[in-house]
């Protein structure tokens, strides 16, 4: 078996488990959010139980429409309250952050472990080694109640990524280009393991991008593992990061990557650095590496968005909050903002965006005739003070990230 296997044969309590069984795994972690936690709330209070399998096993989040813009926004909020209150268990709803950020942070999850996520982007925590599953609103609510997920066994295959990057290109060059490569449903309903010299000497925060962006890939689940050998899989891709460039996902799919090269020249009006994708605190440090020396053009909408409070806070102790609003950029609240299009910087028809966000789907962000691009934080900070797409180092030399 490989390592995801071994974790399912656990999570089951088989001694082993094979590609198409079918199996009952109990799980660690749920977790939902105001947008699929209402439903989920629904579903559960039909079942008829009186509390939830594990108190301590559930969490809600309020992070992608906070604070509420509109009525039935503050009205999801309430219920999530409401059931935390009746039932115990953990919610966030004071702005604390983005819920795949706050289960890194306090989910207490370790390696092996599983998460259930009302939440496409649940597969960030494969990042740090944990089985975690995107599942929808009504599987919530049955695994509030149980504790467990029936599961077919996925195939899985191995993408080694060998070597370090160069200059300017990031752990978001390098997920935009796999997704490039194989297309948005290469890996649907499958297992994916990260192995290699790159991802040894990677930081949690740079796994973490590349994790959450899996499921553009179609990806069941992404696993990062520490080993050399991680098992039998079904097939292995060699990449060579060392050979990438700068890219950037063109309007409108996280499939259609080009090099950042091709898009020179691009007038852009509006930029989104933040989300469950690059809100982390390294993420933070390379945009305002660019804004301690250039300020935001005339033209543009700079929105910043930190992924949880903790990165709030260190950015406010670095000085990195002082430098980008000298800049001209506006620092929201740590939350989705407008990854999501629910609020705080809604685009319009005419609007070109690069955001460091995980979907450039037409109206994904507001209008469906606003372009938007897909770029790491460095890049989408030198577009945002040049006015236009760029390749990270035109703004500012490169060095020192």
Same mark, same amino acid.
């Given at each position: ?94 702005? &604390? ?41 009504? &599987?919530?609510? +049955? +695994? ?7 599961? &077919?066994?996925? !195939? ?49 925060? &740079? ?41 950037? +996902? ?16 691009? +007038? ?69 903002? !407008? ?63």
């Amino acid at each position: 078996m490989n390592e995801i296997e071994r974790h399912l044969a656990r999570a089951a309590g088989v001694d082993t488990v094979q590609v198409g069984q079918d199996i009952t795994i109990h799980i660690d972690l749920a977790a939902a959010h105001d947008v699929t936690a209402p439903m989920a709330i629904s579903q559960f209070e039909k079942i008829g139980v009186d509390k939830v399998f594990d108190e301590k096993k559930v969490m809600l989040v309020i992070d992608h429409i906070f604070p509420a813009p509109s009525i039935p926004a503050r009205q999801n909020h309430r219920q999530l309250l409401a059931f935390a209150d009746k039932y115990h268990v953990r919610c966030y709803g004071k702005g &604390e952050g983005v819920i795949h950020q706050l289960i890194a942070e306090q989910g207490g999850l370790t390696r092996g472990a599983v998460l259930i996520g009302a939440d496409s982007h649940t597969c960030t925590a494969g990042a740090y080694g944990v089985l975690a599953f995107g599942v929808g609103s009504t &599987e919530i609510a +049955a +695994a509030m109640a149980t504790g467990t997920l029936d599961i &077919e066994v996925p !195939p899985v295959q191995l993408i080694r990524l060998e070597g370090e990057t160069s200059p300017g290109v990031y752990a978001k060059d390098i997920i935009l280009y796999l997704i490039g490569k194989f297309g948005t449903d290469g890996f649907t309903d499958q297992g994916i393991i990260f192995a290699g010299s790159w991802v040894k000497q990677a930081d949690i925060e &740079e796994k973490m991008t590349i994790s959450n962006m899996a499921i553009e890939m179609g990806a069941m689940l992404s696993y990062f593992s520490e080993n050399d050998e991680v098992g039998s899989v079904r097939e292995c891709h060699l990449i060579e990061v060392n050979k990438l460039v700068p890219v950037m +996902a063109c309007p409108s799919s996280p499939g259609n990557v080009k090099p950042i090269a091709k898009a020179l020249h691009t +007038a852009v009006n509006q930029v989104v650095i933040g989300s469950c994708t690059n809100g982390r605190i390294s993420d933070m440090r390379a945009a305002a590496k660019v804004f301690s020396r250039a300020k935001v053009h005339p033209q543009v909408t700079c929105i910043v968005l930190p992924a949880s409070n903790k990165v709030a806070e260190t950015m406010e102790k670095e000085g990195l909050t002082r430098i980008m609003r000298a800049a001209g950029v506006t620092v929201m609240n740590p939350g989705c903002g !407008p990854c999501y299009g629910g609020h705080m910087g809604i685009v319009t028809a005419d609007d070109v965006v690069v955001a460091t966000t995980n979907r450039n789907f037409p109206g994904r962000m507001g209008a469906k005739e606003a372009k938007l691009y897909l770029a790491s934080p460095r890049a989408a900070a030198e577009a945002a003070v040049c006015g236009q797409i760029v390749v990270p180092g035109t703004a500012v030399p490169l060095g020192g990230e």
